[in-house]
């Protein structure tokens, strides 16, 4: 029972180290489906442009300035 409880501790400190990448995703995915919903080639357009956001995001964060 208690590695059941360890690894619950593990995946609560894993959602509250993501949580804001999690929401942050999950915003852009509404938001793309909302402009979806209203005209379909600017959804798939607003969702690129969020991928391409994401990546500059990503490169920049992990450019080995971490020990």
Do not use: C, N, Q
Not at 21 to 43: K, N
Not at 59 to 66: H, L, P
């Amino acid at each position: 029972m208690k590695k059941f409880w360890m690894k619950i501790g593990a995946f609560k400190r894993f959602l509250h180290k993501t949580a804001d990448d999690w929401l942050a995703l999950t915003g852009a995915l509404l938001i793309s489906y909302g402009s979806f919903r209203i005209f379909e080639p600017a959804g798939l357009i607003v969702l690129g442009g969020f991928f391409i956001a994401g990546a500059v995001i990503w490169s920049r964060g992990t450019g080995g300035s971490e020990p």
